[in-house]
């Protein structure tokens, strides 16, 4: 939500959708900036709304279009106003509050998630008790960061079959971070 603003990720074109309260109606729409901003004219005051961002454009007076984002990214995350982190619901919407004067930082986070690279180690004999085999180095690439080795987080979302992966000394479980 507090990184660097794009309106064109993987060159596809983001749209900010200002809604109804409910969040069922097209109120305005406009295509979000290059470097992430973007600003509704002549709303009306002591209003509430919902700010939708999504590659959708809405249409003025329609339902709300679908919250989509492009192919291979995902929200993170959504702030109304004081920058201070999350609206509690990652969807690409968020609600605003427009009493007398202007709304700022009405903020949405997206991003491309990293991807592991698939690792298959040659299977081994079971040595039993406590002993423990080295297995293959973990990696992966983030878009941003790019190589992830020594030092990144990783999480492993499938275990082998009657067996325990241990991290300094402690067993992984499937899907938690080390």
């Known amino acids: 939500v ?3 603003g794009i309106g064109l990720p993987s060159g596809t074109q983001l749209y900010a959708n200002l809604l109804n309260a409910a969040g ?3 109120i305005a729409t406009i295509s979000v900036n290059a470097d992430g901003t973007y600003s509704f004219n002549n709303i009306t005051p ?3 709304y919902t700010v939708q961002l999504s ?3 809405g249409t003025v007076g329609a339902a709300t279009p679908v919250t989509a984002l492009p192919t291979n990214w995902v929200n993170t995350g959504e702030d109304c106003c004081d920058n201070t982190g999350s609206d509690g619901t990652v969807n690409g ?5 427009v009493v007398s004067s202007n ?4 903020n949405f986070g997206i991003n491309r998630p990293p991807t592991g690279t698939d690792i298959t180690a040659t299977p081994q004999l079971n ?3 406590v002993i423990q085999v080295q297995v293959p180095a973990l990696s992966g690439n983030d878009p941003e960061d790019g190589v992830l080795g020594s030092g990144a987080t990783i999480r492993i979302d499938v275990l ?3 067996a325990t992966i241990y991290y300094n000394g402690v067993a992984v479980a499937a899907g938690v971070p080390i």
């Open 127 to 129: 040595p039993g008790g």
């Open 93 to 97: 919407l968020t609600a605003v509050s």
């Open 55 to 57: 590659i959708n454009q």
């Open 24 to 26: 069922t109606s097209v």
């Open 160 to 162: 082998p079959t009657n």
């Open 2 to 4: 507090d990184g660097t």
């Open 46 to 48: 002591n209003t509430n």
């Open 103 to 106: 709304v700022t930082n009405v």
